[in-house]
């Protein structure tokens, strides 16, 4: 089981703002990053360090965090952002090295 | 270009051993922090298991005791030896450059599966 918690899915007007949120006491001491995944693909990194974009992902995608509670925010949602979206951080637990959130889908209306 | 190209993949049964194999490209797997994530179909992503720059590893308990992973710096590849394969662990594997300054997995390949079936 996931120590990370995400919601399952969530559903969003094209061209609307959708927050997505992943909780865990990890988030408390380590940035989330947030992953996205198309159905056949690899996961593509969207945000590191909280609230950092690689090199050529959009700017309508950004992170916060407060706690333990860490979020990605797409704002002005596009048809090709519906996807799987998972968080991660590293394991203050001392369990795992990593962990991820159990992914939320995201669908553009 | 920087890339990473996993193999090794494929059928085995309940009981047997696989080795998955990681080919990286524009970058040294030495040098970097490497992990194996994998995928069960129609699931999320678990970690697996980690090898640090200075040869540390980890597992998760799922696999600890019955995979290894390991790299051969002359071949720039990272490996994953899979022993006792239980079908649980029939899944799509990922190998990820594991970046410690960011913790974030910024390089994947493009996975090779995994399916431990009689």
């Known amino acids: 089981s996931s120590e990370l918690t995400q919601d399952p899915a969530v559903s969003v007007a094209l061209g609307q703002t959708v927050r997505i949120t992943c909780q865990g006491d990890?988030?408390?001491?380590?940035?989330a990053s947030w992953y996205q995944q198309k159905p056949g693909q690899a996961p593509v990194l969207v945000i590191y360090g909280g609230n950092n974009r690689p090199s050529g992902i959009p700017d309508r995608f950004s992170g916060s965090s407060s706690g333990t509670t860490t979020s990605l925010t797409i704002t002005g949602a596009q048809a090709e952002d519906e996807a799987d979206y998972y968080c991660?951080?590293?394991?203050?637990?001392?369990?795992?090295?990593?962990?991820f959130g159990g992914g939320t889908k995201v669908t553009v209306l | 270009e920087v890339q990473l190209v996993e193999s090794g993949g494929g059928l085995v049964q309940p009981g047997g051993s696989l080795r998955l194999s990681c080919a990286a490209s524009?970058?040294?797997?030495?040098?970097?922090?490497m992990s194996w994530v994998r995928q069960a179909p129609g699931k999320g992503l678990e970690w697996v298991s980690v090898i640090y720059s200075d040869g540390t590893t980890k597992y998760a308990a799922s696999v600890t005791g019955r995979f290894t992973i390991s790299r051969d710096n002359s071949k720039n590849t990272l490996y994953l030896q899979m022993n006792s394969l239980r079908p649980e662990d029939t899944a799509l594997y990922y190998c990820?450059?594991?970046?410690?300054?960011?913790?974030?997995?910024?390089?994947w390949g493009q996975g090779t599966m995994v399916t431990v079936s009689s």
């Open positions: 990890s988030l408390r001491d380590y940035y």
């Open positions: 991660n951080s590293r394991d203050s637990s001392g369990k795992h090295d990593v962990v």
């Open positions: 990820a450059r594991d970046d410690p300054f960011t913790d974030a997995f910024d390089i």
């Open positions: 524009g970058f040294t797997v030495s040098s970097n922090y």
